[in-house]
């Protein structure tokens, strides 16, 4: 964590490609403020302030906010402006842990809400956001989080069963979070433009739903059906160590889904029993695959 205050007229930071930075345009800093909506009694960590479009109006309605940024540059730059309720700290937010964020923070009453907001660099995108749901599973209290993305990774989120963008990602985000896609914003939206539009949005954590007996295993499943999404949900479950032909046959009997549907037909409750019912039956006596 870093501390203390710097020149705050130093020059506005420029994007650096390497970071894949591409910052908001003060056009488009309120709109996405009323989309995030927030409450005056919110912590917030926002991921990635860059510049700090977003973090001076956002920490202006919130309780205390939290920027968590790896350019030392825009690091230094944050500190300079002096912005009262904000801790920046200084690091890969793929690398923090619930100590290191709640650490931030300082004592919290237990009815404070803990949120999240942030322009994600595109090329990291849905790591950090495995990253929040592994933040969120390892005891952090954060209610929801409102991010910007490359559209085409949003609508796959949003995306519903036996549609073309429907996927992993849609299945393991919306197994442990509520998603909505709440604002579309063009290129020019940011400074250098990208050259893909980009979309605003929410995830809602909760519990995964419905239970899985074991998590990681009903999530390498999912995996694994998809690496063969154009094969049948049988033929998938049997690339599975372990599952013979009469167990996946049994399996899928019981979870009541047709040997013959693809895997991007399933919605999330049939992955879950998919999974369970391997489990059940003890055929998986290998572990599933990790990736």
Do not use: C
Not at 38 to 50: H, M, N, S, T
Not at 211 to 217: D, I, S
Request: aromatic share 4%.
């Amino acid at each position: 964590m870093t501390s203390g205050l710097q020149d705050p007229t130093a020059q506005r930071p420029r994007p650096r490609k390497r970071f894949g930075q591409h910052f908001l345009e003060p056009a488009w800093v309120d709109k996405v403020v009323r989309a995030i909506a927030p409450g005056p009694d919110d912590r917030f960590v926002e991921i990635g302030p860059g510049a700090g479009a977003l973090t001076s109006p956002l920490a202006a309605l919130v309780q205390h906010l939290v920027a968590i940024e790896v350019d030392r540059d825009l690091v230094a730059h944050l500190l300079g402006r002096g912005l009262p309720n904000v801790t920046v700290v200084s690091g890969d937010v793929l690398d923090v842990s619930p100590a290191d964020i709640l650490r931030a923070f300082g004592p919290m009453p237990p009815e404070a809400r803990l949120r999240v907001a942030g322009n994600l660099p595109y090329n990291i995108g849905a790591p950090i956001l495995f990253k929040l749901i592994a933040l969120y599973e390892l005891g952090l209290p954060v209610h929801d989080a409102t991010v910007m993305l490359q559209i085409e990774v949003v609508d796959r989120i949003v995306a519903r069963p036996g549609t073309h963008d429907y996927g992993l990602l849609s299945v393991l985000l919306g197994h442990v979070a509520g998603v909505e896609r709440l604002l579309v914003l063009p290129p020019g939206a940011f400074r250098p433009a990208p050259k893909v539009t980009s979309a605003v949005l929410r995830l809602r954590f909760h519990p995964p739903d419905p239970p899985a007996r074991h998590l990681e295993a009903m999530r390498s499943l999912v995996r694994t059906l998809f690496t063969r999404r154009r094969k049948t949900v049988l033929n998938g479950l049997l690339a599975v160590p372990g599952v013979s032909r009469q167990v996946a046959v049994q399996v899928l009997h019981s979870a009541g889904v047709d040997p013959v549907r693809r895997p991007e037909t399933l919605d999330v409750a049939e992955f879950v029993a998919l999974s369970n019912g391997l489990e059940a039956t003890q055929a998986s006596t290998v572990p599933f695959p990790s990736r």
